[in-house]
Structure formats: C-alpha cells, structure tokens
C-alpha cells in the first residue's frame, strides 16, 4: 500500500512512500486522517490474517510520511474483522471497524484509539440479536466525535445510526431509518 502527499493546489509533495511493510495477503480499503502536525494514521483491511478471512490493520505516519508503527486493530476478536475508517483527534487517532463479537455471527462497531492513548479495542455499538452493523465511518471537529454506521432493522431495512462520541462505554444516541 503507498501514499503519497499533496498541496492544496494539488501538486505532489515530496515522493510516494510505502505504508505498511505486509508481504502477505492482499491489502484493501484504506482510510486515512491527518493530524494538524502531519502525522497520519491509515487503516486497512489485510487478507489472510492470523487464519481470518480478513483482518484490520493501523499504521501511523510521521509528518514525512514515514511509518513509525502498525498494528492490528483487534485483539482476540472472531472471524472477519472488516470496513475500518479512522479519524484525527486532539492527541492520536480514533479507529472504527465492523466485526463479530466472540461466539457470534452478527456484525457490530469495534473502537481502537491510537497514538496518544493507544490502548485495547472496544465495542461502540453492542450486539443487538439479528442486528447486523456494518461500514462504520468517523469524524472529529472541536472536541465532539461522530461515529455513524449502516445496520439492519427487525424488519430487515438498513439504518444508519449516529453516536457522537464513540469513547468506551459510551451508547448510540439515536437512529434514523
């Protein structure tokens, strides 16, 4: 996986540079947020992982674009661990992903915070039976965090549910089918 860094007029600035350092499996889905110093996190989604169908990955960047850590954003967590999105905060990053829970098939929201603060992953959104939630995305502006992603309702339509401030512990705020 490569990046590369651009002006505001679009220009190229400086030269593509290699993210992460994985020569096995297939890398796919990359998100990226940038801090107000440069530093970058990317995330993505690795094939052939650890035996899982596929696996979420971090790699944060220096300023230069230089990788200065990876790493695998769940711990323990069962079968494919998919669709992750990553946002700058004050200090470090907050990552989201969707995946099962341990002894379950459904899909829910994990959380991981990264760089500053970096610790273990943790639920955003519980597992609701029969619930699937998937493609979370996220974003931060001002000190408030918003996380939003797609789920199935009990009759089967899809909903996109917003939690503002998706820290551990913290519950969904609200849905709108």
């Known amino acids: 996986m490569f990046g590369q860094y651009y002006t505001l007029d679009a220009s190229a600035l400086g030269l593509e540079f290699q993210v992460n350092e994985l020569e ?18 990317v995330v993505y989604e690795n094939s052939d992982l650890d035996e899982r169908v596929f696996g979420v990955l971090a790699t944060l960047l220096d300023p230069d674009g230089q990788a200065i850590g990876s790493v ?26 969707s995946g099962p829970e341990a002894d379950s098939v459904e899909s829910t929201i994990h959380g991981r915070l990264l760089g500053a603060g970096d610790g273990h992953d943790f639920l955003v959104a519980p597992l609701e039976s029969t619930i699937w939630r998937l493609r979370p995305d996220v974003a931060w502006q001002a000190g408030l965090t918003v996380a939003v992603w797609q789920q199935t309702s009990a009759s089967g339509r899809y909903q996109i549910v917003v939690a503002p401030d998706p820290a551990p512990g913290r519950q969904p705020v609200g849905a709108d089918e």
Not at 29 to 38: K, N, T
Not at 86 to 97: M, N, R, T, Y
């Open 24 to 41: 096995e499996g297939n890398q796919y889905r990359p998100d990226v947020a940038m801090a107000e110093d440069c530093s970058a996190a």
């Open 72 to 97: 695998r954003l769940h711990e323990d967590l069962p079968g494919s661990q998919m669709h992750a999105a990553v946002a700058a905060l004050d200090s470090g990053f907050l990552a989201l992903w």
